[in-house]
């Protein structure tokens, strides 16, 4: 998932509220008796207490594809939900992309380190429905429409805009747009992040160029024109990653925003730009598998994720949490972290639909590679 396709974007002091309570013998007896794997919501149960007795019970969570470091906040997201509840998180694949986590659903079906939980490019999500279990949180009402499935299948979590990262001790004029990556000064030090026709990222990275490039949502191929020729030109360098940008060898990195500020951490010459000639934003995706091996968990998981600790937990990784808006009206938002995200493009941010989304994807798995001759 330092890879990972959907788009659409929009803390006082954070709350040590635990997203459940207490649980007393009778709620732990009822949960024993409930099927977990069919509950869409708590309403229809004995509710938090019962739900948190149950996961406990399972004592696990399988997550694939989070990165303990650098990827929305996931690592104390993770750590602060084990503190919280008990349960041990396994993690698979962290490095993984949106498709890895498709692939681990359908080949690891009916065993017990199958995935939980997703978090996918909503493309994936919505092309998949079959593989999930609707379940809608708490905070339901929180989520915007047209960000989630009616039925609850899937729901976006967190997200952020298409950025350019520089770093300012390799490179003396950062670039600032899409415009300015084929200057002949930047040879050699242009990168996207995973391969986009199987990351979102990447994929987005290329929806971005399109849009600076007299594209639009209906046509995404004026991106990939745009990386055949900096590819051409010697500007691009497959393979791009925080790793590769902390390491020098793409000092220049086309990537979300809030994963360009978990570089900083590391770098801290690296500036990020949100790019003047294209403004493309993007959520990513929650969703329960429905063969969820620990279903009771994978549910306590979502409730905590969508929480005012767990959406403040996103807010303090540099991402922009679904349930912003929400938050801010309430006034439980972190004020602090929320000051901390690069300013938003002046405007009304667009989103393709997902019909559109789901042609530029095929638009882009059949044209990379002989395009561009590069995987990512």
């Known amino acids: 998932m330092l890879n990972k396709l959907k788009v659409a974007v929009a803390i006082g002091t954070l709350s040590s509220l635990a997203v459940g309570v207490s649980v007393a013998g009778t709620s732990a007896g009822a949960s024993s008796m409930t099927n977990w794997s069919k509950v869409t919501s708590v309403k229809g149960t004995m509710g938090m207490a019962a739900l948190v007795a149950a996961a406990k019970k399972e004592g696990h969570l399988n997550v694939i594809t989070l990165p303990l470091q650098g990827w929305a906040n996931y690592g104390v997201i993770m750590k602060d939900f084990t503190k919280k509840y008990g349960i041990k998180i396994n993690d698979e694949n962290p490095n993984g992309s949106s498709q890895d986590e498709i692939t681990a659903v359908e080949n690891d079906k009916g065993r017990a380190s199958a995935p939980d939980v997703l978090d996918v490019g909503t493309s994936y999500a919505v092309q998949n429905t079959n593989l999930l279990a609707p379940y809608k949180v708490q905070t339901w009402k929180d989520i915007p429409a047209g960000t989630k499935a009616n039925n609850g299948a899937w729901f976006d979590d967190y997200g952020g805009y298409v950025s350019i990262g520089c770093d300012t001790a390799k490179i003396k004029v950062c670039p600032t747009s899409f415009a ?115 279903p009771a968990a994978a549910r306590l998981w979502e409730e905590y994720l969508y929480s005012v600790t767990g959406q403040n937990l996103f807010l303090q990784g540099y991402a922009r949490p679904i349930e912003l808006a929400a938050m801010t009206k309430a006034g439980t938002v972190n004020k602090t972290w929320l000051k901390q995200l690069p300013a938003a493009p002046k405007g009304v941010t667009k989103y393709p639909t997902l019909n559109q989304l789901t042609a530029a994807k095929a638009t882009v798995a059949a044209n990379w590679a002989s395009e561009v001759g590069a995987a990512g």
């Open 180 to 294: 300015d990556l084929t200057n002949p000064i930047y040879k050699n030090e242009v990168g996207i992040n995973g391969d986009p026709t199987q990351a979102s990222a990447a994929f987005s990275a290329v929806f971005a160029a399109a849009l600076a490039h007299g594209g639009s949502f209906n046509n995404i191929e004026p991106g990939i024109k745009f990386f055949a020729n900096l590819n051409k030109i010697g500007n691009y360098v497959p393979g791009g990653s925080a790793a590769t940008a902390v390491a020098g060898t793409t000092p220049i990195l086309i990537w979300w925003d809030y994963l360009q500020n978990g570089i900083q951490a590391n770098l801290p010459s690296w500036k990020v730009i949100i790019p003047t000639d294209a403004s493309y934003a993007a959520y990513y995706t929650q969703a329960i598998t429905a063969d969820a091996p620990h």
